[in-house]
């Protein structure tokens, strides 16, 4: 749902020249400067160094939830398939800019009782140890889609579409936790032009981001 917001406002941006998208499955989306690589194995994309090479930034929006999946498998889905894109990505591109979607309430020190938690704090500590220009952790609290993105998980379709009445006052009664998709995005290529002051970013440092790049 995150990657589809910002999927959006890169292709509205005038100043984003090329857009190349990874995954599984297409996005549906036709644009003159957008194209869509679809692998059958994200843990191996050294076949794809040819389509990832010259590229400025990369906005890593891919990830699972934790409900019912064991930390096995959240791992494998989580740190494992994160590094092996991101080691393709330092190695071809040494000058991009790097920002991963975590999470509020990440675990840095990686030893917490809470197993996603846990993981995600591993797979920032190891992005930010490879060799990029700079990389940036965007740890989102809750978002707010506006223009049609919908998630993979069910239950959170049934949320937004439950609260999306609401959805206008729950932002204005929690400004700092409450991001829209069109916040996200702006911050991300905001953050990718001109950096940040912090490398892991909170949803209020993501929030000034935003503003910063002209989102609200």
């Known amino acids: 749902m995150i ?12 100043e984003v020249g090329r857009v190349v998208t990874v995954g599984r499955t297409g996005t549906g989306v036709k644009h ?14 050294t076949s ?24 096995a498998e959240y791992e494998r889905l989580t740190y494992t398939l994160t590094m092996a894109a991101a080691e393709t990505l ?6 991009m800019t790097f920002i991963y979607v975590s999470g509020a309430g990440t675990d840095g020190s990686e030893q917490g009782r809470v197993m ?10 190891a992005l930010m140890r490879l060799p990029f220009k700079a990389a940036y952790m965007f740890r989102i609290a809750a978002v707010l889609p506006l223009n049609g993105e919908r998630s993979r998980t069910p239950l959170y379709n049934f949320f ?29 290529i905001g953050v990718a032009r ?13 929030r000034e981001c935003a503003r910063k ?4």
């Open 194 to 206: 001109s950096g940040a002051e912090k490398r892991v970013l909170e949803s209020p440092d993501i």
């Open 90 to 95: 330092a190695r071809l591109n040494p000058q």
């Open 48 to 71: 794809l160094d040819a389509e990832l090479t010259g590229f400025d930034a990369c906005f890593f929006c891919l990830g699972v939830s934790s409900s019912g999946v064991s930390e």
């Open 3 to 14: 990657g589809q917001g910002v999927l959006r406002e890169c292709l509205l941006d005038p």
């Open 160 to 188: 937004y579409a439950l609260t999306k009445p609401v959805a206008p006052l729950i932002r204005m009664a929690f400004p700092g936790y409450v991001l829209s998709t069109v916040q996200i995005g702006r911050a991300m």
């Open 213 to 216: 790049a002209g989102a609200r």
């Open 116 to 125: 996603w938690a846990r993981v995600k704090g591993r797979t920032e500590n």
């Open 32 to 45: 003159t400067k957008l194209r869509e690589v679809v692998a059958n194995n994200l843990f191996d994309l």
